[in-house]
């Protein structure tokens, strides 16, 4: 792995970015309320859809490109003013509305976002703004402290092809998930090589947040996406705008990958073998217990629950997407 030393920090405040480097994610600020309520009112005005089905509005995942496109740029023009100037040479990538229903279906396994830099020298980031007060009974985010440090390979589209060992291991590390309770307007930077994710929303309200990823204003931003000609033996690294995931969002480059025709008005850069480490649980549990990251009983009970919905739906949430896919 290289070592930070050589990357281009993300905070221009050394202690921020040394909690950052150190835990794979930081809390720091909050919006203000004026903010808030603008963002909510935008939110209700665009009237994310349920792309996949299963309860879970992801903007970036609506078929209609205008309004990926309007809550991009609104996203932006409301939070990146407020947070600009912790961030060292860094602007605005995605921008996404992220809203999970009420739906006991609504859980997102223990993932990895996706590599977008060159991150021997960049890293991958994102940030999460809950728009209500969250915690682990609405879909609060969690994550897996020291994560960022444990692999060091490419994360490619789409996500359920490569058999990372995150992938393989996604519900059992749930159980070690760290949730953040956080208020509305709070914000946490991650890099997206750390281990995150989410449960149900069990409230009885929708958990309305947003992302914003984060490229460095002199470096070129990259997509990988498997090449579906080697049964992802290789990925395919593409150079791409700033709006590409706009105008070419995850559900594109996934059906194009299913259909067996990567067709991108983009440059590509280069062919990458895939190279993957052990995907073995004890290989894993060696990391997680070499950092002292236990289980916690909560997360073990409530992802139980999920595998029982699960079993009686008799569809995971990967097979449902997939299947969402293929019928478009």
Not at 104 to 125: G, L, N, P, R, Y
Not at 248 to 275: C, F, G, Q, R, W
Not at 311 to 316: D, L, Q, V
Request: proline residues 3%; contains cysteine; aromatic residues 12%.
């Amino acid at each position: 792995m290289q070592s930070d030393k050589m990357k281009i920090p993300l905070f221009k405040n050394k202690d921020l970015e040394d909690t950052f480097q150190k835990n794979g994610f930081v809390k720091v600020g909050k919006l203000n309320e004026n903010s808030i309520k603008e963002l909510i009112q935008w939110n209700q005005r665009l009237n994310i859809p349920d792309a996949f089905g299963f309860g879970y509005n992801v903007g970036m995942n609506a078929k209609n490109y205008e309004l990926r496109k309007k809550m991009r740029e609104v996203i932006i023009e409301i939070v990146f003013s407020e947070i600009k100037e912790l961030l060292n040479s860094r602007i605005p990538y995605t921008a996404s509305y992220m809203n999970k229903n009420t739906s006991k279906f609504a859980f997102v396994s223990a993932h990895q976002d996706w590599t977008f830099t060159d991150e021997a020298k960049i890293d991958s980031v994102m940030c999460w703004i809950p728009l209500i007060d969250v915690s682990i009974n609405n879909a609060a985010l969690g994550f897996i402290p020291y994560s960022n440090s444990f692999y060091d390979y490419v994360r490619a589209f789409p996500f359920n092809i490569l058999k990372t060992p995150v992938f393989v291991h996604q519900e059992k590390l749930m159980h070690y998930i760290d949730i953040m309770d956080m208020k509305a307007g709070e914000i946490v930077f991650f890099n997206q090589k750390t281990i995150h994710g989410s449960f149900a929303n069990y409230s009885n309200s929708e958990r309305q947040a947003l992302s914003m990823s984060f490229v460095h204003s002199d470096y070129d931003i990259y997509t990988y996406i498997c090449n579906p000609n080697t049964k992802g033996k290789t990925m395919l690294k593409y150079k791409v705008p700033i709006d590409f995931m706009v105008t070419t969002n995850y559900p594109i480059i996934a059906s194009m990958y299913h259909n067996n025709h990567i067709n991108l008005e983009t440059t590509l850069v280069d062919e990458v073998e895939v190279k993957l480490p052990s995907n073995k649980w004890e290989d894993l549990e060696q990391i997680l217990t070499q950092h002292n990251i236990g289980i916690k009983q909560e997360q073990v009970i409530l992802t139980q629950r999920m595998q029982d919905l699960r079993i009686n739906k008799k569809e995971s949430i990967w097979t449902s997407i997939k299947n969402k896919l293929k019928s478009n």
